[in-house]
């Protein structure tokens, strides 16, 4: 019996599943439709299917993890409700004032009205008791205002409850005895601590990151309870951070989950990327009902703690991810202007576009794809038939009413949603000083590559990359990452005590060699970093610190590094002005307990495959070559028009395009 690991991506459409053989590195894939009802019930399915793919004869499972959209989902319907919030007397309104930022769109503030606060005024409760910012007690914790609100909310039967005081970043104390009350006055109470949280300044996004976590805690809990009882056997569930945590502890911090299969596509693109030699990529994983976009620089994600999810910052550390509604099952409609609009809502998974046949009334992405006869009449091999009658017949609907032809609409689709796309991609790199010109786009996903050719043109991209098997890159991308937990400290000095920061350092290493002592590692990695800013600036530049003994040369080593990296954000840097003094704020810790990856093999020959020929539309409608993609060995070259198919994924070439199967079986697409 062979033994694998195995990775579950939840996604809106389908459940990815990816096994490799821990003696030959072989590599097994299939899909499942999801169950958004019970997500339990896709993801048992899918490790089934898994096992009859491999002739019924089982596994010896040695790990399994998972990535889950259970939080994610939850946060992005704002399905939140009975949340209750705690915080220091005379703070009450924090989530009112919240920052007086405006959201891009809005010119002018008046425009705008701010959306719901995540907890409603008349849910909060304030308890007496101060601490000063260095965390020194200004006024002793109310015992009996505690008391008084733990029953409140009992009586009230909200029983998840977020508890954020002033400056507890500096000490936990006052937080930590609420806790108590709560347990003693409330025991149906699932609570989160802001100092458990993030114990970092800044006390709006501290507050709604703890209430963020409270919020998905009864969820997370109960879905991952009936997931382990189902199961039968523990497993891992990935995290934002791209680490990942045994279910057992992951239940503890929910929030840390809530990028969860976004992330682990990101790291699984970028491995896949690495070893075909491209270091520094854009990754794009194109879903049904969403397209995830990352940077990949020298092999690494970038890592963000300003994320946001849905209308909620969360302030955890994340790989930077930029999400848009542009998925396959995005759904096409007529602006009360007349023009045509794609997304971001989606048909999903139930009832799906329409060509689904199952009950689905309004054209999508998918439905554009089939009518031009870009996608073939069938998905997952032939398990899931598409209604192509149906597709023509709502695209022709759509069509008339836009006083189109139905080819102008299907590709007015498909331009609009490669656009949705291709802003995405803009956020993250031109945004932010970076040449999109640099970098190859790695496209992953059911729907990621049907785009390549459009997204070239848009973007002046150099190549598209598409990997073996796109549409079960983030189910692979789970079995590639560490064990990974972070821990930051507010320190807020323009004069570090080298003695005060070493023993903060100890502190958060102990934290994480802990939690890595129960997940099985004994030998963990640690790994600093800290946030330094000019004095004066709202805002941080991120840079690692090194280990070893923090001494002078330590410290000049970090501002270096700082004074660097905020001249390649903002080309400028202070290096020789005393009057912008340097001004250290954070100091982090990441524990990383390293696990073996799955070493990908080079594609040695062509499988089995006919190419056929089928009626597709690209500038005009005309017989094209459809290439299996299984047949295409090392080197092989396709000339569009043309499509080439596989069993999760197709990838149109465009006139004017050429693509290249490479020693990994990776398909890079080029502009002549």
Known sequence: MRSVRIGVDTGGTFTDVVAVDEQTGEILTTKTPSTPANPADGFLAGIAKLSELDGGGGFDVGGIVHGTTVAT???????????????????????????????????????????????????????????????????????????????????????????????????????????????????????????????????????????????????????????STRLGRPFSVMKSNGGILSAREVVNQPITTVLSGPAAGALGAALIASTAGHKSVITLDGGGTSTDVSVVIDGEPSITTEGTIGRYPCKIPMIDIVTVGAGGGSVAWISPEGTLKVGPRSAGADPGPICYGRGGTEVTVTDAHVFLGRVPPHLLGGEIPLDAGAARAGIEALADKLGLTPERTATGILEISAFNQSNAIRQLTVKRGLDVRDFPLVTFGGSGPLLACRLIDILGLPSVVVPRDPGNVSAFGLLTVDVKNDYVRTYVTRDLSLGKAAEIFDDLEHQAAEALEREGFTDPVHIRSADLRYYGQGYEVRVPAPAGEIDAEWRAQVVERFHEAHEKLYGYAYRDDPRHAVEWVNLRVSGVGPITRPALRPLDKPGAGATSVRAVHFDETRDTPIHQRAALGPGATVSGPAVIEEYGSTIPIHPGFTATVDAYGNVEVKRD
Not at 196 to 208: A, I, P, Q
């Open 73 to 227: 989902n939850q946060l992005l319907e704002d399905r939140i409700s009975g949340l209750g919030f705690i915080t220091t007397e005379g703070f009450e309104f924090i989530l009112e004032i919240a920052r007086q930022s405006v959201p891009d769109g809005y010119g002018n503030s008046y425009f705008w009205v701010k959306p719901p606060r995540i907890v409603p005024v008349h849910h909060v409760r304030t308890v007496g008791g101060r601490l000063d910012h260095l965390g020194a007690e200004v006024r002793p914790f109310s015992e009996e205002q505690a008391v008084e609100a733990a029953r409140w909310f009992r009586a009230k039967g909200i029983n998840a409850i977020g508890v954020c005081f002033l400056h507890s970043y500096a000490n936990p104390e006052h937080e930590r005895r609420m806790r108590e009350v709560l347990w003693r006055e409330h025991p149906e109470a699932v609570i989160s601590l802001s100092s458990d949280v993030l114990r970092e300044y800044r006390e709006y996004e501290r507050s709604v990151t703890t209430l963020v976590d409270a919020a998905v805690k009864p969820a997370m809990r109960g879905y991952l309870a009936n997931l």
